[in-house]
C-alpha cells in the first residue's frame, strides 16, 4: 500500500480527520432536524403544511407560473399530490391557476403577489439573524458554505431519487 493511501486511510478512520467527520455526521443531523422543526412552525403560523411552505419557497425562485407538473418535479411530489398542494395553497389565496396565453389547454399555477409579498415580510423578520450568522467570515469562507450548500442539495436529490427508486429496500 502507497504512503499517501495508508495516510488517506488513517485519517478517515481516526485522527483528527475522523473526529472531524464523527462531528460533522452529528452536527448534519441536528442541523437537518433543527431546519425541519423551523419549516414546521413556520408552516403552523401560516396553517399551511410543511410542504406547501417548501412549494411557495420554490415557486419564488423559478421567476413566473409554471405548470402542476412542475409543481410535482420541484417537490418530488405525484401529480395527483401536486395537485392537492396547489388546491391548498390556492384555497389558502398563495396561488392562482390561470390559463397559459400561449396554449389555451395548459393551466399554470402562479403565486399571488399580495400574498407573496406578506411570506416574504415574514422571511424578512425571520432573516435578520441569518445574516449576522456570517458577517465575521470572509468571501473564501462564504464561498465554501455555498459550494456546501449546492453539494449538498445535489446528493440530497439523488438520495431522494435512491429511496424512491426502492434501492433501499429488501
Known amino acids: 500500500m502507497a504512503k499517501s493511501e495508508k495516510a488517506a486511510r488513517e485519517n478517515t478512520s481516526g485522527g483528527r480527520r475522523g473526529l472531524l467527520m464523527s462531528e460533522l455526521s452529528v452536527e448534519s443531523r441536528r442541523y437537518m432536524a433543527s431546519y425541519a422543526l423551523f419549516n414546521q412552525a413556520v408552516a403552523d403560523h401560516l396553517a399551511l403544511h410543511p410542504t406547501d411552505v417548501q412549494c411557495l419557497n420554490l ?35 398563495y396561488v392562482v391557476r390561470e390559463r397559459d396565453t400561449a396554449d389555451r389547454r395548459r393551466v399554470l399555477v402562479a403565486t399571488v403577489p399580495e400574498k407573496v409579498a406578506e411570506f416574504g415580510r415574514m422571511w424578512g423578520k425571520l432573516s435578520g439573524g441569518w445574516y449576522e450568522l456570517f458577517e465575521g467570515l470572509d468571501d473564501d469562507e462564504l464561498a465554501l458554505l455555498i459550494g456546501h450548500m449546492r453539494r449538498t442539495v445535489e446528493f440530497s436529490g439523488a438520495q431522494v431519487e435512491r429511496i424512491r427508486g426502492g434501492e433501499l429496500d429488501g
Do not use: F, N, Q, W
Not at 70 to 93: F, H, I, M, Q, Y
Open 59 to 93: 415557486l419564488g425562485l423559478e421567476g413566473g407560473p409554471v405548470t402542476t407538473g412542475r409543481v410535482a418535479e420541484l417537490t418530488g411530489l405525484t401529480t395527483g399530490s401536486a395537485t392537492r398542494l396547489v388546491d391548498r395553497l390556492e384555497k389558502a389565496g
